[in-house]
């Protein structure tokens, strides 16, 4: 249940105030999407004051408390839609398909997901579209729900973004599939490099009230998504059979 505020900079802002695993999960998944060059909103760090939290919003789910700590925010933007039932109408429209130019990124952001063991994206998109773009949202759930330094489960078939309705109506082409499969299966170690580069300075700029033991979690990072070969080989596997599957 994000609020929204008006930050110092006179911009909205979609804050989210959940525990600190889920609001570290959001700035590091925004910052790597970034680095693999995804589309995001502009994010900040947003402290809000007790004097604007209105008593109306206050219930057994949101307490005054959870706002002490500094809060993620995306940039709100007007412009930008939820997911509908009426883009799932497009499936055989190829002159409406045309004017979503980048629709095989959904691919990208399958991959991304299987890398960050990130299975919600299923049930719900967790996308928004802006124009003909798609851009990725809630992140609070990736490392398998927040199990950091535990072993890390891969995402099923049933997990992925890459099986369901949205992804039949966009991934229409195998053979552009096929290309786009190629390319990320090159890009992907360099994708895995940059994030392994920016971490400690990612990690050096979290909030204090978010982390308490920083070089813990960076390690913990690195043993799970970053320096674990297991894993990375895992997240091809996975990502090249569910393309496969797709393809039948």
């Known amino acids: 249940m994000p609020v929204v ?31 693999w060059g995804l589309n995001t909103f502009p994010a900040a ?7 604007h939290i ?9 307490q005054r408390p959870m706002f002490e700590k500094p809060s993620f925010g995306l940039r709100y933007d007007n412009d930008a839609s939820e997911i509908n039932e009426a883009l799932m109408g497009l499936r055989n429209d190829s002159y409406e398909l045309r004017k979503f130019p980048n629709r095989f ?19 719900n998109y967790n996308l928004l579209t802006r124009g003909s773009e798609f851009v990725p949202i809630d992140h609070s759930t990736i490392f398998d ?57 990612l990690i050096e700029d979290l909030p ?15 043993a799970s998504v970053m320096d674990n070969e297991i894993w990375l080989q895992q997240t091809i596997a996975t990502f090249s059979e569910l393309i496969h599957n797709f393809n039948r």
């Not at 505020?5 to 998944?29: P, R, T």
């Not at 990208?108 to 994206?121: E, H, S």
């Not at 204090?208 to 690195?222: F, G, H, R, Y």
């Open 105 to 123: 990124d959904l691919m990208n952001i399958g991959l991304f997901d299987l890398w960050l063991a990130n299975d919600d994206r299923n049930q």
């Open 145 to 201: 729900g927040n199990r950091l330094g535990e072993q890390l489960s891969q995402l099923t078939w049933e997990d992925s973004i890459l099986n369901t309705d949205l992804a039949i109506t966009f991934l229409n082409s195998r053979q552009k599939r096929e290309n786009r499969h190629a390319e990320l299966l090159a890009q992907f170690p360099t994708f895995v490099a940059d994030c392994r580069q920016a971490l400690p300075a």
């Open 54 to 62: 209105p008593d109306n919003i206050l219930n057994g789910r949101i």
């Open 5 to 35: 505020v008006m930050a110092e900079d006179y911009e909205d802002y979609a804050c989210k105030y959940d525990s600190k695993g889920k609001l570290i999960n959001e700035y590091l998944a925004h910052q790597f999407l970034e680095i």
């Open 208 to 222: 204090v009230e978010w982390c308490d033991n920083k070089a813990e979690l960076e390690q913990n990072i690195l």
């Open 45 to 51: 760090v947003v402290q809000i004051s007790s004097d």
